[in-house]
């Protein structure tokens, strides 16, 4: 179809502006472009590009493409364009408009008749960033809560991890002898007295014993016990605890006794212990918060989704605090039994605490694991106000899909690198800030190395990135991962210490970035961001970094 000849055809624009521009990291491009003109005219209105530049590798942009780009526009449009770079300046015949070039800082103010306004923005990663001062923007963490492997107390649980200790063990919950994968990171010796009454103990699937547990020792940590609650106002404390696979046990149950005996022995709390968003609703029921509630599935990526969109709430004003993570408890025979399906596990039955192993050559798949990790976020206004202790702060978070396939990841990373770049971007910081990456690192053949090659596009200069895969040791806690993981980062930044990816004994050539190999590491953080993604080709980063007033 033909454009009108004042119409504005930027297209072609677009298609140059996908080629590689001057520097390693990824740019983050977004491109709005508003054309109005004439009553009697058509109103052409695009908006086309976002983050697709990519795979840098250091080259320049041509002042020759810049012109074809100038000279593609003034073609279709009856204003002229002055395209400006620096010192150099770029023009066409037709002097009625001027479009100064800065560091893709785009301006544009046209006098012709018929296309009057013309506004081109972009925003680069390469631009100085900042970061949010608006008090009742910016999100701290004043409390964290877990259930692991290792135990219910935070401590605990990263003393474990910086002395490289394996969690992984052979499965006892069922009986999982004809199953090709014997093993998994199994939590045992659970206990919730305390915190869960004994009736709705016995009763609930134990992905919501996990979420009990840890969201209300979160709470107790960040001293908003029942007591301080009630003198609160409670609709402003939102809840958005995750799941990716939700109740399975109870799910499972429910099905078994459907085929065995019959729909009318269904229990009546089938339905409800099974769907995911029960997490988050229990714990509001338990505790009396009333804001925001609901719960995000968004796979092995679902706590990382929960953290940012519970900062969106705090940074929009929906709630001051908001108590957000994951949870799972997958380790049963459906579980199991899915993912060795899906060819995702491990088999290493005869060393399974040897079989999570991130970027070594050996590895050949992932150990499932369980358990909860949750945070309490709240914006530094509020909990300036009420004394809180400040334990961290929650800079931002970035989330994109690959669109790729059901259970691979992109090889060339890009939906993944493309996130990183939207989380600095939310954080206001720039990729140099960035010395630690607590990485998704399942022990998977294609998708740790291409996380990997997604970070190298990103960071210019990896040599003073530290990273590490904390499943290493505890295994793949599905949607808790982000949760568990997010603690360890937070106790990175607090105790200066990065505990050690095990099982490190022949790395993959192409990994040259510090994977803390088998040995803990001081390392003081200045930018933590935490990976995790997801079957469907969810992808999830969020940064953290010391707190400071």
Not at 193 to 199: L, M, T
Not at 253 to 262: F, N, P, T
Not at 449 to 474: P, W
Request: net charge neutral.
């Amino acid at each position: 179809m033909k454009t009108k000849p004042h119409s504005f055809n930027i297209i072609v624009l677009c298609c140059h502006l996908l080629g590689e521009f001057h520097n390693t990291c990824q740019l983050s491009f977004s491109l709005n472009v508003f054309i109005t003109c004439q009553p009697s005219s058509l109103l052409y209105l695009s908006t086309i590009i976002t983050n697709n530049l990519h795979n840098l590798n250091g080259k320049k942009v041509l002042e020759e493409d810049l012109a074809r780009i100038m000279t593609s526009i003034t073609t279709t449009c009856s204003s002229g364009l002055v395209l400006k770079k620096k010192e150099k300046l770029l023009s066409t015949n037709n002097a009625g408009s001027m479009l100064q070039f800065n560091r893709l800082n785009w301006s544009a103010r046209t006098s012709g008749s018929k296309c009057r306004t013309i506004k081109v923005m972009a925003a680069a990663t390469g631009s100085a960033p900042k970061r949010e001062t608006d008090p009742k923007k910016r999100v701290v963490i004043t409390g964290m809560g877990l259930v692991s492997v290792f135990g219910n107390d935070v401590d605990t649980f990263y003393d474990k991890l910086l002395e490289g200790q394996s969690g992984i063990t052979l499965i006892d919950r069922f009986d999982a002898s004809t199953f090709s994968v014997r093993f998994a990171g199994q939590i045992r010796d659970f206990s919730s007295v305390g915190y869960i009454d004994g009736k709705n103990d016995r009763r609930l699937d134990d992905c919501w014993r996990y979420c009990l547990v840890a969201g209300k020792k979160a709470l107790e940590d960040a001293h908003l016990s029942p007591d301080v609650l009630e003198t609160m106002d409670r609709t402003r404390i939102g809840v958005l605890v995750g799941s990716g696979m939700g109740g399975l046990t109870a799910f499972s149950a429910g099905v078994e006794a459907l085929i065995q005996k019959g729909y009318k022995k269904i229990t009546p709390f089938f339905i409800p212990y099974s769907i995911t968003n029960m997490g988050s609703a229990l714990l509001a029921i338990d505790t009396g918060l009333m804001g925001p509630n609901y719960s995000i599935s968004t796979a092995c990526a679902t706590a990382n989704y929960c953290f940012f969109q519970a900062a969106n709430h705090i940074r929009r004003g929906d709630a001051d605090i908001m108590v957000a993570g994951g949870t799972e408890a997958a380790v049963n025979a459906t579980g199991v039994g899915g993912f060795i399906a899906c060819r995702a596990l491990s088999q290493r039955n005869d060393e399974p605490h040897r079989a999570s192993r991130p970027w070594d050559q050996d590895r050949d798949g992932f150990v499932i694991g369980e358990g909860s990790g949750v945070l309490i976020m709240e914006s530094l206004e509020h909990a300036t106000k009420r004394g809180a202790n400040i334990i961290a702060e929650y800079l931002g978070g970035g989330i994109t899909c690959d669109a790729h396939h059901m259970t691979d990841p992109r090889k060339d990373g890009l939906g993944v690198s493309t996130c990183i770049t939207n989380c600095l971007e939310d954080s206001g910081i720039s990729p140099e800030e960035v010395n630690y990456v607590n990485c998704h690192a399942t022990s998977t053949l294609a998708g740790d190395l291409a996380e990997v090659n997604a970070i190298k596009k990103v960071f210019r200069d990896t040599s003073g990135i530290k990273m590490n895969g904390t499943k290493s040791m505890i295994g793949h806690g599905l949607g808790a991962a982000g949760g568990l993981e997010a603690i360890a980062c937070i106790k990175a930044i607090t105790t200066g210490w990065l505990h050690p990816t095990i099982n490190q004994d022949n790395l993959e050539p192409s990994v040259d970035i510090d994977t803390i190999p088998n040995v803990k590491k001081q390392h003081e953080v200045n930018v933590a961001i935490s990976n995790s993604f997801g079957f469907g080709g969810h992808n999830s980063v969020v940064a953290f970094a010391p707190f400071k007033p």
